[in-house]
């Protein structure tokens, strides 16, 4: 499957709009943004079922969305905080039946 | 509303020990749960699921409803087997909930 993140790192200053990009190339309708912390594990911010579709998963705040592609899934932080310091993945489902999450290589960003 | 806990932060074995990771979970529909494995460097990856009943790098785990656990465990572990572990749960609303992980250590 593939799925692509980008930036790979990126570091910002507090109160700044950050954009972290998801792109996949096969199609799959779900999508997912997790954040990944030491001790907390992963944590779903959002998702997404389909173009145009999206919803919150646990900790929504602080994070927007949006699905107008298949293919694109961007994660937006409208003012960077130094607790959404962390690394995020990009998921995607594949399978149908048998499905698994297919993870992005990550980014990560520090919020100074 | 599904959680899933994992209640090890940290496993330490010696080579060819048996291990066993735990994890427990709530929800109050018919969950499909996950493992998944995060090696040094590597992206997260499926490991094994459930409803395949499969065994994987001499892994497996059981469903125990009654419990509601679904524990992973290998008879000998190997040192190529340190890595960070999550137990995951799918519900019926398509989004995947992971627990906290567990770090297993393999030692020679």
């Known amino acids: 499957a593939g799925i692509t993140q980008s930036p790979r790192h990126k570091v910002t200053e507090t109160g700044t709009p950050v954009t972290l990009r998801c792109h996949q190339t096969?199609?799959?309708?779900?999508m997912y943004w997790y954040r990944q912390d030491p001790g907390m594990g992963l944590r779903l911010i959002h998702y997404?079922?389909?173009?145009?579709?999206?919803d919150q998963g646990e900790v929504p705040n602080g994070y927007n969305v949006s699905r107008s592609t298949t293919e694109d899934f961007p994660l937006r932080l409208l003012s960077a905080a130094p607790s959404q310091t962390s690394v995020y993945f990009c998921?995607?489902?594949?399978?149908?039946?048998?499905?698994?999450?297919?993870f992005g290589p990550g980014t990560r960003l520090t919020v100074t | 509303a599904q959680r899933v806990t994992q209640p090890e932060k940290l496993l330490s074995v010696f080579k060819g020990a048996p291990v066993e990771l735990k994890c427990n979970y709530s929800?109050?529909?018919?969950?499909?749960l996950f493992w998944y494995v995060q090696y040094s460097r590597q992206r997260l990856q499926l490991l094994l699921r459930?409803?395949s009943r499969e065994s994987i790098k001499g892994f497996t785990a059981d469903l125990n409803k009654g419990e509601t656990s679904f524990h992973l465990k290998k008879p000998f572990a190997q040192e190529e087997d340190s890595a960070m572990y999550y137990c995951?749960?799918?519900?019926?609303?398509?989004?995947?909930?992971f627990g906290a992980g567990t770090r297993l250590t393999v030692k020679p």
């Open positions: 998921a995607i489902r594949v399978g149908g039946e048998g499905y698994e999450q297919y």
């Open positions: 096969e199609n799959h309708r779900y």
């Open positions: 997404s079922v389909g173009a145009g579709i999206t």
């Open positions: 929800y109050s529909g018919s969950p499909e």
């Open positions: 459930h409803i």
């Open positions: 995951a749960l799918s519900g019926n609303n398509n989004d995947m909930r």
